[in-house]
């Protein structure tokens, strides 16, 4: 019994980790589509409209990303995220976000309110499904925002090339059994087509310590079958946040990007270049 407890007790101390103290009631609370309903549900928007082209000015862009906000729709990091954006100079009106936007109930409108300026014409704003973005019942209101869970677009560059990019939900800490037959025949489709293909996901692949419980990381079967998929079809870089620290691997010629948090102090975001080469600087706000 007192192993029992002892085990509880580590459990609960891991689930208080995160940027906020934890509700337990959201947490155990989760319901919702799982990853195949959600996914089923994107590719039906997708065929009535697909995600249009970006078009850069040049073979070398920037853009910013961001991750693990983790707002609960009354804290000024967002604002001052939209600001920070608002006064970058020399890259492109898009935002990446790679998930978990929201920590706590009924936080996504709150949240939507002060992203508007960079999610509005004429931003692009491209957004992940993190594992918070499910909790409390709340992937309803997620989706009146953000309705895509997975997605491609292209980047059109002016030397006529393109690049391509694949955004996968990852919120279950799974690819599922659609989605991941799907990737597998984009990037067969995508191979040799294009300048880059990058992947962008919020769970990431190498820290597998399983502090988040409910979502946790991808299990090692389903990591090396989509790292082996990666390699055979020549992703370039498959950028993910969900774990709050920067870190870079590198595995079969793809490199793998775990993104620091904007929930941290000071806060962290990136200007990213995408050209013949990836680069990635962090930013403090």
């Not at 940027?19 to 994107?42: K, L, Y």
């Not at 693990?68 to 000024?76: E, L, P, T």
């Not at 498959?238 to 490199?255: A, I, P, Q, W």
Request: glycine letters at 8%.
């Amino acid at each position: 019994m007192k192993k029992i407890t002892h085990t509880l007790i580590f459990a609960c101390l891991l689930l208080l980790q995160g940027c906020e103290s934890f509700d337990f009631a959201g947490f155990f609370g989760v319901t919702g589509p799982a990853v195949d309903e959600r996914f089923a549900a994107s590719v039906k928007l997708l065929e009535k409209e697909p995600v249009p082209d970006i078009t850069v000015s040049s073979d070398e862009y920037r853009m910013i990303l961001v991750t693990d906000i983790h707002s609960d729709g009354k804290d000024d990091k967002p604002d001052r995220f939209v600001s920070a954006c608002l006064a970058e100079e020399g890259v492109e009106k898009t935002v990446i976000c790679l998930g978990d936007m929201v920590n706590g109930r009924d936080c996504h409108s709150g949240v939507f309110s002060k992203l508007q300026p960079v999610s509005q014409a004429p931003w692009r704003f491209l957004n992940a499904l993190g594992n918070h973005d499910t909790y409390f019942k709340e992937f309803d209101t997620f989706k009146e925002y953000w309705p895509l869970t997975t997605y491609t677009f292209n980047v059109n560059l002016p030397s006529g090339r393109k690049d391509f990019f694949i955004c996968l939900d990852s919120a279950d800490g799974a690819c599922g059994v659609l989605q991941r037959q799907w990737v597998e025949n984009i990037l067969k489709e995508a191979s040799g087509k294009y300048r880059n293909i990058y992947v962008l996901t919020h769970t990431n692949f190498f820290n597998t310590d399983n502090t988040q419980l409910t979502s946790g990381n991808f299990s090692l079967e389903e990591t090396y079958d989509l790292m082996s998929l990666f390699s055979t079809y020549g992703v370039k870089c498959v950028l993910t946040g969900h774990d709050h620290h920067f870190e870079k691997c590198v595995f079969r010629g793809v490199t793998y990007y775990t993104f620091n948090a904007l929930c941290l102090d000071p806060g962290s975001y990136y200007k990213l270049t995408f050209g013949e080469e990836f680069q990635q600087q962090e930013c403090s706000l």
